[in-house]
């Protein structure tokens, strides 16, 4: 085989598996991304509508979150995650091995409980993602 044959296959050889392993690369960051999309607004919202359900019940936040638990799990590609709610209502979680943290704050307002979202690092997360003020519908 002609040399400038041999060197032109390596060439698209190379290319090709850069292509392969670029592509792969960019599945596993999507679905990285997802998961921490699931992981700051999906495994909490059962917990925030029970303390919202709550506090409006009571007008208070005071003991809102008191028993309310969000299982420890392992999120996929964010491996384990792990949850506190302390008594007043306010909801931390936390993806050590992506250093990934959010936290929703209550706040009662007009009788009706407004939660607001912060998550970290601010890089991995678009601002939409926590950017609005949140209520439940009852």
């Not at 190379?14 to 992981?39: H, T």
Request: proline letters at 6%; glycine letters at 8%; a positive charge.
């Amino acid at each position: 085989m002609r040399r400038s044959l041999r060197i032109g296959l390596a060439t698209t050889g190379a290319i090709l598996a850069l292509l392969v392993a670029g592509n792969i690369w960019f599945r596993v960051v999507d679905d990285r991304r997802a998961a921490g999309l699931r992981f700051v607004l999906i495994e909490p919202e059962k917990a925030l509508e029970q303390i919202t359900q709550r506090a409006e019940t009571s007008k208070t936040l005071s003991a809102s979150g008191m028993g309310i638990v969000i299982p420890a799990k392992v999120a996929g590609p964010l491996g384990p995650t792990q949850w506190t709610i302390s008594a007043d209502g306010r909801v931390e979680g936390r993806a050590p091995e992506f250093a990934m943290v959010v936290v929703w704050t209550p706040e009662v307002r007009d009788g009706r409980v407004e939660w607001r979202c912060t998550a970290e690092p601010k890089s991995y997360f678009r601002p939409s993602v926590c950017g609005d003020i949140r209520r439940f519908e009852r």
